[in-house]
């Protein structure tokens, strides 16, 4: 099975930074690509950014050009670097995976914890 932690969340003002990290661990699958979601209370959830196994990147409209993705494949980590926060980037932030087992070939998707972030003055 996999597990998914995330750290890294927190208050900051806006205009200021703040890095995730989700850690995964785990023996059965083989992680291909991960990615970052987040929900604010009363908001659908949304999809963030993404990273393939390879390293090709996509990013929602909404943080374009201020948030980048990246991963440490050695280290099993998927990081989220934000810059230039905003007050609506308030949300959990939730990493995901997604895996094929070694043996069987199944597909599943899995989901951290979520990690606070909270953007004010």
């Known amino acids: 099975q996999v597990q998914l932690v995330e750290s890294g969340g927190g208050l900051v003002q806006p205009g200021g930074s703040l890095r995730l990290s989700c850690a995964a661990s785990?023996?059965?699958?083989?992680?291909?690509?991960m990615g970052w979601y987040r929900q604010a209370p009363g908001n659908q959830r949304e999809w963030v950014a993404h990273?393939?196994?390879?390293?090709?990147?996509n990013y929602a409209d909404s943080v374009k050009g201020r948030f980048t993705i990246s991963r440490d494949n050695a280290k099993n980590t998927v990081y989220l670097q934000m810059n230039s926060l905003k007050p609506e980037d308030t949300a959990v932030y939730y990493c995901?995976?997604?895996?094929?087992?070694?043996?069987?070939?199944?597909?599943?998707?899995?989901w951290g914890q979520g990690t606070q972030v909270t953007v004010s003055s």
């Open positions: 995901n995976a997604e895996g094929i087992a070694v043996h069987t070939g199944e597909e599943s998707d899995f």
């Open positions: 785990g023996s059965i699958f083989r992680i291909y690509a």
């Open positions: 990273i393939s196994s390879g390293g090709s990147t």
